[in-house]
């Protein structure tokens, strides 16, 4: 009885240790081709430096359609499609122009940009005195009285006490999105917003913004300072309360216009119907050329595919790449997506995100079960080798969370973060500032996850409970 368990036990460990064998070698073939014959660099380049920014309704987000279904096509994929969206176009006009002045006929310029979605200033601009607030909070006990007239300028900071950045991006995101409604409800006549960067420097950044259910007539302009902007209108504030801020932008809100998610799919062998996809957002902001976001993601999701066909395995599941339009200004490719999916009552059973850059991949962090999260944990030692560590629970991405279910797993490739914010949604989100190696590395993280998931399969509630 003894020699028989002892010989169960030894054909298991074979077993297993013969599996881990097989995917430490499929692995390593994704890496090795990912990092001396990937795409997605190239893919990027033209993306950046032939296309550029690709904001929602614009000629350049179409032409980004047209190429990325191109390169998809001559991957030799089961299917490549395009499916229509109609998503918001915001057009930011001639660029802005600010100033402080501390006396009448003395002015500083200002680098200063306006937020996604806000209306313009009047022609001639708009001048007035300024109020320095945190938060809605500092409203409210401001009230009125001292805001009335005024233009509010919001200046919270990322919080540089937290090493993980976007939790910091996230304690203040609050005063671009939803600052300009708030303070229109006592009585100012614009918004000023302090860039949402770690670094001090001249670059103002854009992102989206809210008016809620505030009346059209009632919307007033919002636009962000750069961080050294902003440093040195509170320490003018400071000393002079009684200074005055002047900025013009003549952005403009059009109709809706029809767009499209880009999606490329390879068809599973066992389990057709049941569908993993890797994404990310093929629009960007406009001042730089959107390279970090969410350019690499695109690309990446791209390789994917790619990689798994190049490495010779042949998924059980069906993959999807889908590069989704207008996650910046809202969200519109990815609940359209999960509309189709929901509407054709397709399976999704695992979905994964890169939207923090082309930096070095660190791990990933992932919504799912307790059952689901030990899976993947369990792979640790496999991607160790290639410097991944970071396994954690926790959100997954914009344009995936649609997809969410108690049946799906849902995961975001996180890459290094410290350098992320310096770029996001400004002039310096370019090419030149993403590393080859590291976004093919990021790469083949992506499709070693997909590998594994698509190998071992998820595990279903109705399995653990029986």
């Not at 969206?85 to 402080?100: C, D, L, N, Q, S």
């Not at 209306?119 to 001292?146: C, M, Y």
């Not at 259910?213 to 309360?241: G, H, Q, Y």
Request: aromatic share 10%; proline share 4%.
């Amino acid at each position: 009885m003894n020699i028989r368990i002892l010989l169960v036990l030894f054909l298991c460990c074979t077993v297993l240790l013969r599996s881990q064998s097989e995917d430490e070698k499929q692995l390593k073939a994704i890496y090795d081709m990912a990092l001396t014959n990937g795409k997605a660099y190239d893919w990027l380049n033209y993306l950046s430096n032939q296309i550029g920014g690709r904001l929602s309704g614009s000629v350049q987000a179409q032409e980004a359609v047209e190429y990325t279904k191109r390169q998809m096509d001559v991957l030799g994929l089961d299917r490549v499609w395009l499916q229509p969206v109609m998503v918001p176009k915001w057009v930011r006009g001639t660029p802005e122009f600010a100033y402080i002045e501390t006396k009448p006929g003395i002015t500083t310029n200002v680098p200063i940009c306006a937020l996604g979605g806000s209306v313009a200033t009047p022609d001639g601009g708009l001048k007035a005195k300024v109020v320095e607030v945190q938060s809605i909070e500092d409203l409210e006990r401001l009230g009125r009285e001292k805001i009335q007239g005024k233009l509010v300028f919001f200046n919270r900071p990322m919080d540089a006490t937290i090493i993980r950045t976007f939790r910091a991006y996230s304690g203040c995101v609050f005063q671009r999105y939803g600052g300009a409604a708030a303070a229109a409800k006592y009585g100012a006549l614009g918004v000023i917003v302090r860039s949402l960067s770690l670094k001090l420097d001249d670059y103002p950044h854009t992102g989206s913004m809210s008016y809620g259910d505030t009346p059209v007539e009632d919307r007033i302009p919002a636009a962000a300072i750069s961080t050294n902007a902003a440093e040195l209108l509170s320490t003018t504030l400071k000393l002079n309360p009684d200074i005055k801020f002047y900025f013009r932008q003549n952005c403009k809100q059009f109709p809706d216009v029809e767009s499209y998610n880009v999606i490329g799919e390879i068809r599973g062998s066992e389990f057709p119907n049941e569908i993993m996809i890797v994404g990310g957002h093929l629009d960007s902001w406009d001042l730089g050329d959107g390279a970090h976001d969410d350019g690499a993601g695109v690309v990446q999701s791209m390789d994917v595919l790619r990689l798994i066909k190049a490495s010779g395995y042949r998924p059980k599941r069906t993959i999807r790449a889908v590069l989704f339009m207008n996650e910046e200004n809202g969200l519109r490719g990815a609940n359209k997506y999960a509309e189709v999916a929901k509407a054709k009552k397709e399976n999704h059973v695992f979905a994964l995100e890169s939207d923090a850059g082309g930096f070095t991949p660190r791990g990933f962090s992932l919504d799912c079960s307790d059952e689901n999260f030990k899976q993947v944990e369990g792979w640790k030692t496999l991607f160790e080798p290639y410097l991944i560590h970071l396994f954690v629970r926790g959100g997954s991405g914009a344009d995936v969370g649609p997809l969410k279910g108690e049946n799906v797993v849902l995961a975001g490739l996180r890459p290094d973060s410290q350098r992320y914010f310096d770029h996001h949604h400004a002039a310096t989100d370019t090419f030149q500032y993403v590393n080859k190696r590291e976004l093919e590395l990021g790469a083949a993280t992506m499709a070693s996850l997909v590998y594994l998931m698509d190998k071992y399969g998820i595990i279903q509630p109705k399995n653990i409970k029986g």
